[in-house]
T-cell receptor, first 109, second 114 residues
Framework: GIQVEQSPPDLILQEGANSTLRCNFS?????LQWFHQNPWGQLINLFY???GTKQNGRLSATTVATERYSLLYISSSQTTDSGVYFC???????????FGKGTRLSVIA | KAGVTQTPRYLIKTRGQQVTLSCSPI?????VSWYQQTPGQGLQFLFE???????NKGNFPGRFSGRQFSNSRSEMNVSTLELGDSALYLC?????????????FGEGSRLTVL
């Protein structure tokens, strides 16, 4: 099955800094999502982005499907951005999403 | 509209007992997926149900089972609980009509096995 690798595993930022999180896939995917896990454990949808670029406020994401990777950009980070960011992908209509191990982000005031 | 609802949110069981977790999907969603999250193994897929049929199954022992009802609500059951079953169990719903699609997660059920 698909392997999903996320980098970096841990990231510490000063408030206001920018960051880029990366997700690599071992095979092509046509279903790709980014999530933020809040302190209570819920996975919050950030982007559904099998290809192309999307932006939502200070967050944006780009997926280059042909090269099997996706990037999540966080600009002007805030302490509320802290948490674990997961990407997940699948490569056909009826297969489950496979999750990466996540990037743990800590934003310090 | 209401999101994905999972009950109970927290529960404590002892080894050997069984547990049933419930998930109500977003209205109109017909697919429900279950994931187990532990610190050591991360997020692992348990199973997916679509229109009352199990469409996919992960690599878990037969003690883990699930079902989906005609209103798309789903339950998962774990029998003969082991200490290693302590985890956050997450349910996600999607439209599901063209495969797994975009997932929306509930708040999870946190199970502690003593």
């Amino acid at each position: 099955g698909i392997q999903v690798e996320q980098s970096p595993p841990d990231l510490i930022l000063q408030e206001g800094a920018n960051s880029t999180l990366r997700c690599n896939f071992s095979d092509s995917v046509n279903n790709l999502q980014w999530f933020h896990q809040n302190p209570w454990g819920q996975l919050i949808n950030l982007f559904y982005i099998p290809s192309g670029t999307k932006q939502n406020g200070r967050l944006s994401a780009t997926t280059v499907a042909t090269e099997r990777y996706s990037l999540l950009y966080i600009s002007s980070s805030q302490t509320t951005d802290s948490g674990v960011y997961f990407c997940a992908g699948g490569n056909s209509g009826n297969t489950p999403l496979v999750f990466g191990k996540g990037t743990r982000l800590s934003v310090i005031a | 509209k209401a999101g994905v609802t999972q009950t109970p949110r927290y529960l404590i069981k002892t080894r050997g007992q069984q547990v049933t977790l419930s998930c109500s999907p977003i209205s109109g969603h017909r697919s429900v997926s279950w994931y187990q999250q532990t610190p050591g193994q991360g997020l692992q897929f348990l199973f997916e149900y679509f229109s009352e049929t199990q469409r996919n199954k992960g690599n878990f022992p037969g003690r883990f089972s699930g079902r989906q009802f005609s209103n798309s609500r789903s339950e998962m059951n774990v029998s003969t609980l082991e200490l290693g079953d302590s985890a956050l169990y997450l349910c996600a719903s999607s439209l599901g009509n063209r495969g797994t699609g975009e997932l929306f997660f509930g708040e999870g059920s946190r199970l502690t096995v003593l």
